[in-house]
């Protein structure tokens, strides 16, 4: 992604920055949406891997990028204390 947009996007509930998921946390996140363990913070199941992806700065949602493109609807994001390795205060994956 460009990072000029990622520098002017935000949460559109919390109006935290976002950056991009590191390799390790996508993986992560795709591995428990494979095990069928993600929702939405609507209650939807995500049923699809990410290929790219975005989280707010504070660690507490991510957002799916399609092609390219942010998808910041408050109801499609996926809050990561669903998460296990995730961790809120520093934002980023940790290592098991």
Known sequence: ??????????????????????????????????????????GEKVAEPLAEGLITTDGQVVYRVDDGIPVMLPEAGIGTTQLSGFTPDTGRAQNP
């Open 1 to 42: 992604m460009d990072k000029r947009l990622i520098d002017i996007l935000c949460c559109p509930v919390s109006k935290r920055p976002v950056r991009p998921l590191t390799a390790g946390e996508r993986d992560s996140l795709n591995a428990a949406i494979r095990a069928g363990g993600v929702d939405t913070v609507a």
